[in-house]
């Protein structure tokens, strides 16, 4: 699926224009690459997480010499994909969510009685 593909998608599932579609996902995406910029981590929950990984450097080959050559160690952008994009992908049904702990209600305070 093409950048214009998932534009059109969005536009027609929540009835916007292909323009206001176009700039929500270059503010999503312009969001995302920003915090990976700064070093951090954009999550989206059951999609998958967006950071950034350090390479070391390491010996590669060039392939038409043969010769050795250095490659310098240097930061890539990275993705792991979310618990619900994994079981999407392999044909399963999402994992359930557990249910959220409500807290237990307060008692109210007994106050001793008169006699």
């Known amino acids: 699926m093409t950048k214009a593909e998932i534009v059109e998608k969005v536009a027609a599932e929540?009835?916007?224009?292909k323009a206001a579609a176009a700039k929500a996902l270059a503010v999503i995406t312009g969001a995302i690459t920003q915090t990976i910029k700064a070093g951090?981590?954009?999550?989206l929950i059951g999609f998958g997480t967006f950071f950034v990984a350090q390479?070391?450097?390491?010996?590669?080959r060039n392939p038409q010499t043969g010769k050795e050559i250095k490659i310098a160690a240097k930061k890539v952008p990275k993705f792991s994909a979310g618990a619900a994009l994994k079981a999407a992908a392999s044909g399963k049904a999402?994992?359930?969510k557990?249910?959220?702990k409500r807290p237990l209600p307060k008692k109210a305070a007994v106050k001793p009685k008169k006699k």
């Not at 390479?55 to 590669?60: F, M, N, Y």
Request: no cysteine; net charge positive.
């Open 98 to 100: 557990p249910k959220a």
């Open 40 to 43: 951090g981590k954009a999550t």
């Open 55 to 60: 390479r070391k450097a390491r010996k590669g």
């Open 94 to 96: 999402a994992p359930a």
């Open 14 to 17: 929540i009835k916007i224009s």
